[in-house]
């Protein structure tokens, strides 16, 4: 079984390929989205205080335990034929899946990525007002000083992103070709009978998880 599994992934079968290259433009671009969104967030929540900061941080924590088939429900609730978005036609397409991806990490790339912020900021404060910075000239130092801990938080997401299997299960269908990921590509084989493409998918999902942790290693020793 698993030198079949071997087998496919040296063969480079076009279904594998598919459901593989599917999986990474999904979660690369959910990553990329929800980075730009979190990374400005997490400066403005460190840079500015406003009345409702620590509810929005509440509502922000919280969403860190939501299940992700919650997200998936929700979604398919709002895009389904009597949805308020049905309009839209998104269900069961690789859009839907990005948008899934993207409300799962976004508030884990909020979390990490402010805390970072907090810490330079501490100490950066009061040079930023003796030379009385802007607002974006604050949120553009940070960013610089961080950088590399946004390109960890960014790693850390991407690796949650890719894992995930249930809100793209729901609102993506599993169609093969279509929306068949790593991961629910791993379920549907498996309960199909075929543990060959099932474990040949899940090789391929340890290999691009090992190799994330080892980049995560890497800036994590490079930091210190």
Avoid: W
């Avoid at 030198?3 to 459901?19: G, H």
């Avoid at 404060?125 to 130092?141: M, N, P, V, W």
């Amino acid at each position: 079984m698993i030198s079949d599994s071997f087998s496919l992934i040296l063969s480079l079968e076009s279904s594998y390929i598919d459901i593989v290259a599917l999986s990474l433009f999904v979660s690369v671009t959910a990553t990329f989205i929800a980075s730009i969104f979190s990374i400005l967030s997490a400066a403005y929540l460190t840079i500015n205080n406003f009345k409702l900061k620590n509810i929005l941080m509440l509502i922000i924590h919280s969403l860190l335990a939501l299940p992700p088939v919650v997200i998936g429900l929700v979604l398919y609730i709002l895009f389904s034929n009597n949805g308020i978005l049905s309009n839209y036609n998104l269900l069961y397409t690789v859009k839907i899946m990005i948008i899934a991806q993207v409300i799962l990490i976004t508030p884990i790339l909020i979390t990490l990525c402010k805390e970072s912020f907090d810490y330079s900021y501490n100490i950066l404060k009061e040079y930023l007002i003796s030379i009385r910075a802007s607002k974006l000239k604050q949120t553009i130092t940070l960013i610089q000083e961080c950088k590399l801990n946004i390109i960890l938080n960014t790693l850390v997401a991407f690796g949650r992103a890719l894992s995930e299997v249930g809100a793209i299960i729901i609102v993506g269908g599993n169609i093969s070709y279509l929306t068949r990921t790593m991961t629910t590509g791993i379920v549907v084989e498996t309960s199909k009978g075929d543990l060959s493409m099932a474990l040949s998918l899940g090789i391929t999902l340890l290999l691009i998880s090992l190799i994330i942790n080892f980049k995560i290693y890497y800036f994590k020793i490079f930091l210190k």
